[in-house]
């Protein structure tokens, strides 16, 4: 080993030399790998191919002890900060190319309490591993809809999965967090301890620390649920698209939905003939007992002739691993960005049908989720997640192979999105969120009225913001001193605590 080049927090360029890291390495449990390292390239490899990053370090920490050594070498030698958890991290802002990976992949450990319907969560942990623990008891919590999703993105961010409408988000799941924060320190968050930062943790994101652990609330599912998914042409999609929106409006809680266009992939799990088939898909899931859900998902089975139909009973860790095999590892590039709609009325559909059923490239998901029931009952300054009054969340989920194709895929997502702006109430996914490039506008956006609470959390939790390769919450600083302008002081409004 030698010495590193690395990039500060700032941006810059600064060099570690060889003793300290060595040090650094020697205090830490798990391993701490440089580009010197035999497995450092696979590694480094996040989920997404469009993002060929190269951290100068990668600690791969197992255990809080480890997060709190990386966060203070971190802090001490001004580098830049990114942390991977367990899953996808679209937007690539995981790795870093000359800093430090905080890596908790290798925690990822699931501790269930059936009596009292909870379980722990090490922040590394995907929803396969939480689902596979959790279903030994007949539980779940509600969680994303891929297998391979890490909880602690997903969770950081609201979290949408087939359990909103009668469990609401993840973040409605949570009961307690470990979180460490910029200065090293670690804290239990929770309603009654450190409310102020847990009220922050439920949507905003990776900007207040590394979370090491989650506890989630869990309830009652499976093993057996009723999938709904009926692949209609997508010539069908005008008459598609209004049925699947009446009949949500009455559909029960237990049922939880969002509409697709994707494209048959040319596998042997489908018939040959209608492969490369433009479809459109009112995909569902009803937790309900199977036999009142093949009654309930009935009318979604009906709109037409399908091109075939995987409608049925599955045990919910089979339905939650389906979509694994087309979003693999490293093998491809993805681009996925979203916008609130106000209503799916027939201009809004008229938008959207044109574009969604011509993609340039045939795995390219348009999906729109449907919002409502629990999820929608939690008051829109409960939690730091906003959009929840929103009918419906418009998503462009871009999946591709060849690099040579991103500019046009690219371009081609925003143009939509851009089109769909008259149709939109503003706001915007803080998971779906693109490369984030409209940078501070687009976190404003996202987080409306709730923004300037969760910079006044920032100015206290993260002032020189050390984690900002996130949707980022930037602290006030005074222009004068050069130092944090806390502001006004932070309300808790559920414990009526005043942090200034």
């Not at 190269?54 to 480890?66: K, S, Y």
């Not at 409605?172 to 930062?197: C, K, R």
């Not at 009723?226 to 559909?251: G, S």
Request: net charge negative; charged share 20%.
């Amino acid at each position: 080993m030698s010495d590193l080049q690395v990039t500060t927090s700032s941006g810059g360029k600064a060099i570690l030399e060889q003793a300290t890291v060595e040090e650094f390495k020697t205090s830490l449990r798990g391993p701490l790998l440089t580009p010197h390292d035999e497995s450092y390239d696979e590694v480094r490899q996040i989920w997404n191919g469009m993002h060929d990053k190269r951290p100068a370090l990668i600690a791969q920490c197992t255990g809080v002890a480890d997060v709190i050594d990386a966060v203070n070498f971190a802090r001490t030698h001004n580098l830049l900060v990114a942390v991977r958890g367990g899953g996808h991290n679209v937007a690539g802002s995981a790795s870093c190319d000359d800093g430090i990976m905080i890596d908790l992949s290798q925690m990822t450990g699931v501790r269930v309490d059936s009596e009292a319907r909870t379980a722990h969560a090490q922040g590394g942990a995907t929803w396969g591993d939480v689902d596979r623990e959790t279903q030994v008891f007949g539980l779940a919590t509600a969680g994303g809809i891929v297998s391979t999703t890490g909880i602690a993105g997903l969770t950081l961010g609201g979290g949408l999965g087939w359990l909103r409408r009668k469990h609401g988000l993840s973040i409605d799941n949570v009961v307690s967090v470990d979180i460490v924060t910029a200065d090293g320190q670690f804290h239990t968050a929770s309603e009654s301890q450190n409310a102020d930062l847990f009220w922050g943790i439920r949507g905003g994101g990776g900007n207040f620390g590394v979370v090491t652990s989650f506890e989630y609330r869990l309830h009652p599912v499976g093993p057996t649920v009723t999938f709904c998914a009926p692949w209609y042409p997508a010539e069908m999609a005008n008459e598609v698209l209004p049925a699947w929106r009446d009949f949500m409006a009455t559909a029960p809680e237990e049922l939880s939905s969002q509409l697709m266009f994707w494209t048959v992939p040319s596998v042997p799990d489908f018939p040959e003939e209608i492969h490369g088939k433009r479809i459109v898909v009112p995909a569902a899931v009803y937790i309900g007992p199977p036999e009142e859900g093949e009654r309930v998902i009935q009318p979604l089975r009906e709109l037409g002739t399908p091109l075939v139909d995987l409608s049925g009973p599955l045990p919910w860790t089979v339905l939650q691993s389906l979509f694994d095999p087309f979003l693999p590892k490293k093998e491809k590039l993805y681009y996925f960005k979203s916008r609130y709609l106000s209503n799916l009325d027939g201009e809004t559909m008229e938008a959207i049908i044109p574009r969604a059923t011509n993609p340039p490239q045939p795995m390219i998901l348009i999906v729109i989720w449907h919002y409502g029931g629990q999820m929608s009952r939690v008051d829109a300054e409960e939690t730091a997640f906003m959009g929840r009054d929103e009918p419906y969340l418009f998503s462009v989920d871009a999946i591709w192979d060849n690099p040579q194709d991103t500019e046009e895929v690219i371009a081609y997502s925003r143009d939509f999105l851009a089109e769909m702006e008259p149709h939109s109430p503003g706001g915007l996914y803080v998971n779906f969120a693109g490369l984030g490039e409209e940078g501070n506008a687009l976190v404003r956006s996202a987080y409306g009225a709730n923004y300037e609470r969760l910079v006044a959390l920032k100015n206290q939790y993260d002032p020189t913001n050390l984690f900002h390769l996130n949707q980022n919450i930037k602290p006030t600083v005074d222009p004068k001193s050069g130092k944090p302008d806390y502001g006004s002081p932070v309300v808790n409004h559920s414990a009526r605590t005043i942090i200034g």
